[in-house]
């Protein structure tokens, strides 16, 4: 059985996805960034900019009736590889010592504000 979640605090997605998928024992979930719930990109602190999309990650998460403990894969992108150092202090304080396996590209995001989106799969059986 497939079944797709969309947390009821965040604004429908501008493009065609769901914020998350159950396949079986798994949770995909789509990349997030950092938006409040009016769907407006924060700009500021970068540091802030990744806690919040780590929010927004559990939040779906929590919606497919997920933790972050779950969390088995993510998949990282940055706009710029000199983000890749804070990025890492706040993903490790988040983590602990137990992260899970991990994929980091750098890209273009096409939104000049968006600096790190993140995608996870987590294992809930």
């Known amino acids: 059985m ?9 604004p429908a997605p ?3 996805l769901s914020h998350a998928t159950r ?3 798994f949770v995909f979930v ?8 009016e769907a407006k990109v924060y700009i500021g602190d970068f540091t802030r900019e990744v806690e919040s999309v780590l929010d927004n990650v559990e ?19 940055l706009s710029n590889a000199a983000l890749f150092a804070p990025f890492n202090e706040v993903y490790a304080r988040r983590f602990g010592d137990a992260p899970p396996a991990r994929t980091t590209v ?8 968006v600096r790190v989106e993140i995608e996870a799969i987590a294992y809930v059986g």
Do not use: M, N, Y
């Open 106 to 113: 750098c890209v273009d995001f096409g939104h000049p504000d």
């Open 14 to 16: 501008a493009v065609p």
């Open 30 to 37: 789509s990349g997030q960034v950092a938006t409040d719930a």
């Open 2 to 10: 497939i079944e797709r979640f969309h947390p009821a605090s965040f």
């Open 59 to 77: 939040a779906v998460l929590a919606a497919a009736g997920a933790r972050r403990d779950q969390i088995v894969k993510v998949g990282a992108f």
């Open 23 to 25: 396949a079986g024992d």
